[in-house]
């Protein structure tokens, strides 16, 4: 063999092995089918959403570093995404499933979503985020194990469940959309479900979850509804907080946990106790007529049924903020860090911007309106991300028509508020704090998409700049949601290293529904693909850019 020969052989071989590297993470494929169904988790028979005729929908099972394939058929008579809330999508806003960045799935009609998740173990969930379809179900769970090779801070438990818990009402989506797109509130719930149930307790329940005695195992809690705090317990059984949202904690025992909307915890309780059944429930907080969830968890050959006397709630919210001061990001667990890029020494990074978001609630014409600093989000026909790739955003959109902060004296219901797409353009690897001020008398709950941050203050009263004092700048836990409670303010810091565009929403349905969120465009200047991946050929084009030519491909280099 010539040398030359041997060299191309060589090249072909080492070709040929990176291929094949690169194809090692695995691919997982779903297929789902949405339809509407009945059924009657209050005992009233109501329209809800299924997922391959389940409801909640399926638990998606990944490992990171996993490819996941889901080709979604839409045969509800309204256009629909889902959102794959938490997870990061580095490069790819392409996915996430929101109005600003997708143009939805027309009824009778397919696409599919292709992403992969990274280092992010943990307990996330998913949901639609258009329409209020939320509130008729199409939600569920969606785990991220740890590979195999990488050490988990706590053995392996002996199974691992998802407990998805929400409020819920009686009313269909379509009518509560009504509700809100005449201007009104939907109002209270009408109970709360888990896993889409709520035991009656007359001795014809099933078990959600079966435990053998002596055992240990994991139960993954996320609150999927649409306002209700919940509060999570066991009977007679402790809670060993092990991750959230992403991250593993500190492993401290709790008696009950507050879990505010679109927050994920994942807990290891042990079969210790007397063999029978106990009652896991969910009960809203900060609200006057308590709901009440419950479910089964039977001891495997155990006698007995669960006692009628449900462990107590917590009262009042200086408790739950307590319990958020309590949670620590465990600096020595050796998993995968969430943000790779160094920002896990994120206190002693310079602030280079401060956004200070206040949200509001407003009459528009008589109209229910909520707004961040007097904006308040109107989606627009075209996505927004779409139509900045396409680079035709001047025609559907401006940039920062919110400040980044407005004077005390604003943001109280009475201020006049405008009606737009609200992003705002974020350079691109800054790292940012904002604070999220809530002057109003109930409960927010924050998620940020593209990227986990962390949550380093969450505190009674008005922000100023001398609160940085503190802040936990050691061992905050990175995660994707915060709650803010009434007249309190939160802080958050995170380094803006996603290109994307990533939408910024209140958790509180409604108002996310009547404007409460916002957009950060984050893009490299560089185009290139090492920042962001292309538009996949198989996205869904809408408004102005349907029938656009595609632009140039972003490539290596820039
Ligand atoms: C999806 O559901 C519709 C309506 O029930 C049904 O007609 C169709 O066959 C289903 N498709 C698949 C792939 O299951
Ligand atoms: C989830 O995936 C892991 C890793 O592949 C596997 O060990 C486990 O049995 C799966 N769990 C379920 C409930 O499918
Ligand atoms: C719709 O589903 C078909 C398979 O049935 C697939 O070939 C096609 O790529 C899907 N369309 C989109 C936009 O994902
Ligand atoms: C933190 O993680 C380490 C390493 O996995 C583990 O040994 C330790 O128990 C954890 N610490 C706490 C307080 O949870
Ligand atoms: C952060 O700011 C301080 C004070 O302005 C400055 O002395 C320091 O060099 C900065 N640190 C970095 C890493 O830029
Ligand atoms: C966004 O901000 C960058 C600086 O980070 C600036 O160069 C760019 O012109 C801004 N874009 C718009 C549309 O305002």
Redesign the pocket.
């Known amino acids: 063999m010539g040398r030359g020969v041997m060299l191309i052989a060589v090249l072909c071989l080492w070709a040929g092995t990176l291929a094949s590297v690169r194809g090692e993470d695995p691919y997982l494929f779903f ?1 789902w ?3 509407y169904g009945t059924i009657s988790p209050l005992g009233v028979p109501q329209q809800v959403i299924l997922i ?1 005729n389940e409801f909640p929908g399926p638990n998606i099972n990944s490992t990171s570093n996993n490819n996941i394939v889901i080709n979604v ?1 839409n ?1 509800l008579d309204e256009p629909f995404l889902f959102t794959w809330s938490g997870i990061q999508q580095r490069k790819n806003s392409w996915e996430d499933g929101v109005l600003g960045t997708n143009c939805p799935i027309l009824p009778g009609t397919n696409k599919t979503y292709r992403f992969q998740v990274k280092d992010q173990i943990g307990s996330y969930i998913y949901y639609p985020t258009t329409g209020f379809h939320r509130a008729a179900g199409g939600f569920g769970g969606l785990r991220v194990n740890s590979r195999l090779l990488i050490p988990v801070p706590y053995a392996d438990p002996e199974d691992d469940y998802t407990v998805i818990i929400n409020d819920w009402y009686t009313k269909s989506h379509t009518t509560l959309r009504q509700f809100l797109d005449s201007g009104r509130s939907i109002g209270r719930p009408d109970g709360v479900l888990i896993n889409g149930k709520n035991a009656k307790g007359d001795g014809s329940d099933q078990p959600l979850f079966t435990m053998k005695p002596g055992k240990t195992y994991k139960y993954r809690i996320c609150n999927a509804g649409l306002k209700s705090t919940l509060n999570f317990r066991i009977q007679g059984h402790l809670m060993k907080l092990v991750e959230m949202e992403g991250s593993h904690v500190i492993q401290n025992e709790y008696e009950s946990l507050d879990v505010h909307i679109g927050q994920c915890f994942s807990v290891l309780v042990t079969a210790d106790k007397e063999p029978k059944d106990y009652y896991m429930v969910a009960s809203t907080r900060f609200i006057k007529t308590v709901l009440t969830g419950k479910g089964i968890i039977r001891y495997e050959n155990g006698k007995g049924p669960a006692s009628p006397e449900l462990p107590a709630a917590p009262v009042g919210w200086a408790w739950s903020l307590n319990q958020f001061r309590s949670f620590r990001w465990n600096l020595t667990a050796s998993a995968a860090r969430p943000n790779p890029q160094g920002s896990y020494h994120y206190g002693s990074i310079n602030i280079t911007r401060t956004l200070k978001l206040v949200n509001s609630a407003h009459r528009v014409g008589g109209k229910l309106r909520y707004a961040i600093n007097g904006v308040s989000h109107v989606d627009a026909p075209t996505p927004l991300k779409l139509a900045e790739y396409f680079q035709v955003a001047d025609k559907v959109f401006k940039y920062d028509v919110m400040e980044d902060s407005i004077p005390d004296n604003q943001g109280n219901s009475n201020a006049e508020i405008v009606m737009q797409a609200n992003v705002k353009n974020l350079t691109f690897r800054n790292f940012v704090e904002i604070i999220f001020e809530n002057h109003e008398k109930s409960m927010q709950s924050w998620h940020l998409d593209g990227y986990s941050f962390f949550a380093v203050a969450v505190e009674p009263g008005r922000w100023n700049p001398e609160k940085r004092k503190n802040y936990n700048l050691l061992d905050a836990v990175s995660r994707t949601t915060v709650q803010v409670f009434p007249k309190s303010w939160a802080a958050i810091m995170l380094t803006f290293d996603n290109a994307g565009m990533w939408n910024i929403r209140s958790e509180m349905w409604e108002r996310a529904y009547l404007g409460q969120q916002m957009y950060v465009s984050v893009l490299s200047p560089e185009r290139s693909l090492r920042d962001e991946y292309n538009l996949p050929d198989n996205a869904l084009l809408c408004g102005l850019v349907k029938d656009l030519p595609k632009p140039p491909s972003y490539s290596f280099g820039g």
């Open positions: 297929t089918n949405l339809t391959n058929f045969n």
